[in-house]
């Protein structure tokens, strides 16, 4: 396919690039069926894509060819083809929600005056498997491999909300009673959920609170959780919590997640 001009394709300088724009056109098509609920016809692909429809079926027709597409024989509406999902999965098996979480993670507690964390379920319930602490804030309660208890954890009640009630009910058998604490009411869960994260003080150490946020996968299921330990009353609490939301987000749309994360 040759190169086309940038007033052809509906944007650009004009300015010579060092990229093939006709590539990024057609990833830019490609993203807009991977978003869409469903298949497109020509003239929604062409609105969305900010082209003529001449140009879109050009490139349609290209990557139908190239089974990156597939076309509707009935409908004429396009989709993803099998060669973009086969690309898709590849991606996706590349992927570690845990690896992407950590980074994130890693980059906050340099940024906050917070210790920060990733913990992932096991069978005896959260468990912390990365932990970093920020040099303006080293006071901490936990550290890496520590099984915290599930109701008196901010990250105990993240997992809770969203973990199957038998896969929660295993680990409680494993926990003693005085150090899981009392099983959270419906209520408490669905708040969590709503809010897609759980803000909660320490009940060991009443200066400090725990904030945590679930990270899902590709499946839309929750992989691990990310958490924080700081300060309660601090005028960067808010900011803090806004910090770690955005983080689970990200590690979320990074782990091929389609689920709103709020």
Known sequence: MKPDRSDDEGGGTGKRSKTIQSVSIAARFLDILARADGPLALGEVARQGRTGTSTAHRYMQSLVRERLVAQDPMTGRYDLGPTALSIGMGALRRVEPVEVSARLMKTLSSEIAASCGVAIWTDQGPTIIRWYRSSDFSISTVSLGDVLP???????????????????????????????????SKE????????????????LFSLLTGKAAPVFDAQNEIA????TVSFVKTAEADDHWNALRAMARQASLESGSSRDCG
């Open 150 to 184: 599930l109701d008196n954890t901010a990250c105990g009640l993240v997992f809770q909300a969203y973990l199957p009630r038998e896969t929660v009910a295993a680990a409680r058998k494993r926990q003693p009673a005085t150090f899981r604490g009392s099983p959270p």
């Open 188 to 203: 408490t869960l669905d708040a969590a959920r709503q809010a897609v994260g759980v803000e909660l003080n320490e009940h």
């Open 224 to 227: 691990c959780v990310v958490t």
